[in-house]
């Protein structure tokens, strides 16, 4: 499956100074800064660090649904051609970020000490640990990062990155349709699916609407309420938020949920381990067990699922009710959530 | 998808979704590979002698 050097994308490399960072030790991370909680990520950039895109990003429905051969053909050609641009003095460039050496992140700076590879999750983690820590840190709308532009409805072509498949919800109440190609979102340009996932990220909190540009026209779309939330459940973020949940699960999907009775849209979730005796184990639940209530509630449009609805929800020191299935049985216990499991 | 994506990620050779899926299929003839430096400050060198663009991986 390995392509050779005479494949498309062997000579699409050929044109490009080929360039590899498996450490993230010495790494600028506020210009190379990108979805750390992704497989990998590319950028293009020229010699003076001005860089014309990125590739890679990742959604809910799966961590490299967005990636594709084609995609990534078409990404490699626009930044040749972003290249041409530049050297012609023709291209019009955002100003550099502020640098952000990746050893300031205490955690990142540890793992250096010891001497080991700093990988490109602990720069998430290193992130979302300082996030958590900052003033006014509010977990119901602060822990959402790299938005999925679908939640506007914008969908997107994975063979392209940024042709619009469909557009559906905010995208087409701006009069955006399918076919357009999305040039810029706010003020930053946008070649490739990941770019688009960056401008969205760059976003304020506080912002309310959100300018597209596409090759036909520009649009100011309403950001709607809870755009911004994502399944947190796999990133840095969502396993640094306390409190603990006192158990792992696996997320149900609507048809289990259906299959059960349960609400589709509800959190409900099948707790899969304890690895240690906490809370949970200790008041009842075992593996395989159903939650689908946490304090009487079965749903939110902030949690995928019941870990995440606990970490959103509550705080350290906080009893809860659960209520959970074990196979024809429903069941209720309490306990208290402490800050980590061990 | 599955082939697309085993193709984009075996772009990135180690990558190990991509040499998993390598893995149900023969073994592939030997094929040559470009060489891929390592040094943010040597490819920004090489950039700006050959007036190629750089592409940047992380993984």
Redesign the interface.
């Known amino acids: ?5 005479e494949s498309p ?2 000579k699409l ?10 450490n ?1 030790a010495d ?1 600028d991370v506020g210009l ?1 800064d ?1 979805d750390f909680d992704t ?9 003076e ?1 001005n860089i ?1 895109l990125r590739y890679g990003g990742r959604v809910d429905s799966s961590a ?1 649904a967005m ?6 053909e078409k990404a ?1 050609e626009r ?2 051609a ?2 041409e641009k530049w ?1 012609s003095g023709d291209l019009e460039l955002p100003p550099p970020p502020d640098p952000r050496p990746a050893q300031s992140f205490p955690n990142v700076l540890e793992v250096v000490k010891k001497n080991q590879c700093v990988h ?1 999750h602990q720069v998430g983690e290193g992130k979302a640990i300082e996030l958590i820590a900052s003033p006014g840190f509010d977990k119901k709308t602060m822990p959402w990062v790299y938005p999925d532009p679908a939640k506007l409805g914008l969908e997107i072509d ?2 392209d990155g940024v042709l619009l498949a469909g557009t559906s919800g905010a995208a087409a109440e701006a009069g955006i349709r399918a076919g357009e190609i999305i040039k810029r979102i706010g003020e930053y340009p946008a070649l490739t699916f990941a770019d688009l996932q960056h401008a969205l990220h760059q976003l304020p909190a506080e912002a309310d609407s959100v300018t597209i540009t596409t090759d036909r026209a520009s649009r100011q779309l309403s950001l709607p309420r809870y755009w911004r939330v994502t399944d947190i459940n796999r990133r840095s973020i969502g396993h640094r938020m306390t409190p603990f949940p006192e158990f792992w699960g696996k997320t149900l999907s609507a048809g289990e949920k259906s299959k059960l009775g349960l609400d589709p849209d509800g959190f409900a979730t099948r707790v899969t381990k304890f690895w240690s005796n906490t809370h949970g184990k200790q008041a009842g639940m075992r593996e395989d067990d159903v939650v689908f209530a946490i304090n009487g509630e079965t749903m939110s449009p902030l949690a995928i699922n019941a870990m995440i609805y606990i970490r959103t929800h509550f705080e350290t020191g906080d009893e809860i009710r659960v209520r959970y299935r074990r196979g024809e049985l429903e069941k209720e216990t309490s306990f208290k959530l402490r800050a980590k499991p061990w | 998808m599955i082939k697309d994506i085993a193709l984009a990620l075996s772009f990135l050779s180690l990558c190990p979704a991509g040499s998993l899926l390598a893995k149900q299929e023969p073994a592939p003839p030997f094929e040559p590979t470009l060489p891929w430096l390592s040094d943010l400050g040597e490819a920004l060198a090489a950039s700006k002698e050959s007036g190629k663009p750089i592409l940047l991986e992380f993984r």
Request: charged share 20%; glycine share 6%; hydrophobic share 50%.
């Open positions: 499956m390995r392509p050779d050097i994308i062997g490399q050929q044109r490009f100074v080929r360039l590899r960072i498996v993230m790494v190379f990108f497989t990998f990520a590319l950028f293009v950039l020229n010699s660090k014309y490299d990636l594709s051969s084609k995609g990534l490699l930044g040749l972003a290249h050297k490109c994975p063979d």
